[in-house]
């Protein structure tokens, strides 16, 4: 009884340290995904400025 005792907590010492080692990291995921939508967003504001321009340069030149 005590052998299956050690043997348990000793599996889930290892299943825990694996865990730590490999586990996902929901702060670092929800700081990488802000990350990633101010980029979009930055992006979004780029290409739209972009398009205007253009907008301006062939539509409003015009002869």
């Known amino acids: 009884s005590n052998m299956v005792d050690n043997q348990t907590a000793v ?14 990291s929901i702060d670092e995921e929800v700081t990488n995904l802000l990350k990633f939508q101010r980029s979009y ?3 979004s ?14 539509n ?4």
């Not at 599996?11 to 996902?24: A, H, I």
């Not at 504001?45 to 062939?58: A, P, Y």
């Open 11 to 24: 599996l889930s010492q290892l299943y825990n340290r694996r865990e730590s080692v490999s586990g996902v």
């Open 45 to 58: 504001r780029v290409i739209n400025t972009i398009n205007e321009m253009l907008d301006t340069l062939i």
């Open 41 to 43: 967003e930055a992006n």
């Open 60 to 63: 409003r030149t015009g002869v």
